[in-house]
């Protein structure tokens, strides 16, 4: 980052998830930039300080707002907040759907944010795909959100909600993230690595063959948060704008299988194609929420690597350490 970032804070909200670690290695990196994370257990990962010890931790439960204070108090305003607390388990909002709007809506995050009483802070804030019905293929911005899932729903509900209060936003749509394992593991499964284990069983194994999405390789959507953040900070005009952020490629969970398959060696017969209706999850799943590209890659210049090619770089990562 260049001689105008000085002492410019960033805070990511939800940071020892798995964005929001991947976020802070790359931030805490750059120069002139004052990083600090929320989390919302007790204690923050120790490995995750241990490994980058210029980093604060602030508790902070994003229902009542607790713990916002002492961010204002102790580090300051931000100049950029970065929003990657969320429950993400559909299964899990469906069960609870007052805990999932508690939650995923960020109204104590946003009313701390107005209480600064100025626009010199940027909130980026992620959604998802699962915004969209899934009824076609290749999603632009401007299509209708119709969530089918409690999870979409809350997911909708922040992004109006920070369209109407905020004036300075970037809504970023996030298909699946993947790649690799965070410096402080976290404890959700990690689907190329979690494909990767059960090929190497060699055991039969079961992959939806109908429902589609564009995964994105972690680091671009890292860059895509500091091509925002870098922006921001070096020219302060605000922006109001909501983006599509996955992969190139639309795949199948079963397509997606046989990438990790030919990047391994593993041979397809133990890859068994099956339709998602076969198979109750207990809860509604969009079928086909790939999405059109093309506004991110225009306004940021960024190209995400191919699925196969992320996939190559995940597992080379695994293999390192």
Avoid at 66 to 81: E, N, R
Avoid at 118 to 132: A, C, E, G, K
Avoid at 226 to 240: P, R
Wanted: charged content about 20%.
């Amino acid at each position: 980052m260049s001689h105008q970032v000085e002492g410019k804070r960033v805070l990511v909200v939800g940071g020892s998830g798995y964005l929001g670690q991947h976020l802070l290695a790359v931030l805490i990196a750059a120069d002139g930039v004052d990083v600090a994370f929320t989390h919302h257990r007790e204690t923050p990962p120790p490995s995750l300080l241990h490994a980058l010890p210029d980093l604060r931790a602030f508790r902070v439960d994003l229902r009542s707002g607790d713990g916002l204070h002492a961010v204002s108090a102790s580090f300051g305003q931000p100049h950029v907040i970065v929003n990657c607390a969320a429950i993400s388990i559909p299964r899990e909002c469906d069960m609870d759907p007052a805990a999932a709007m508690a939650t995923n809506v960020p109204s104590s995050l946003v009313s701390w944010l107005l209480s600064f009483g100025n626009d010199n802070t940027l909130l980026i804030h992620l959604s998802t795909d699962q915004v969209y019905e899934g009824a076609k293929s290749f999603y632009k911005e401007v299509d209708e959100t119709l969530p089918v899932n409690m999870y979409g729903k809350s997911k909708v509900a922040a992004e109006k909600f920070i369209v109407e209060e905020c004036s300075n936003y970037a809504i970023l749509r996030s298909s699946i993230i993947y790649g690799p394992q965070t410096i402080s593991p976290v404890a959700k499964s990690l689907p190329i690595q979690w494909m990767d284990s059960v090929l190497s069983q060699g055991q039969q194994v079961q992959f939806f063959n109908d429902e589609f999405r564009c995964p994105i390789y972690v680091k671009d959507m890292v860059d895509v948060v500091l091509s925002l953040t870098k922006s921001w900070l070096s020219d302060g005009k605000a922006i109001q704008v909501v983006l599509n952020v996955g992969g190139p490629d639309r795949v199948s969970r079963l397509q997606m299988a046989e990438s990790v398959a030919d990047v391994r060696g593993y041979s397809h017969s133990i890859i068994k194609s099956v339709s998602a209706s076969s198979v109750d999850r207990g809860v509604a799943s969009p079928p086909d929420i790939s999405m059109d590209i093309t506004k991110l890659t225009q306004m940021l210049g960024i190209k995400p690597v191919s699925f196969r090619d992320g996939v190559i770089a995940t597992l080379a990562a695994e293999a390192s350490t």
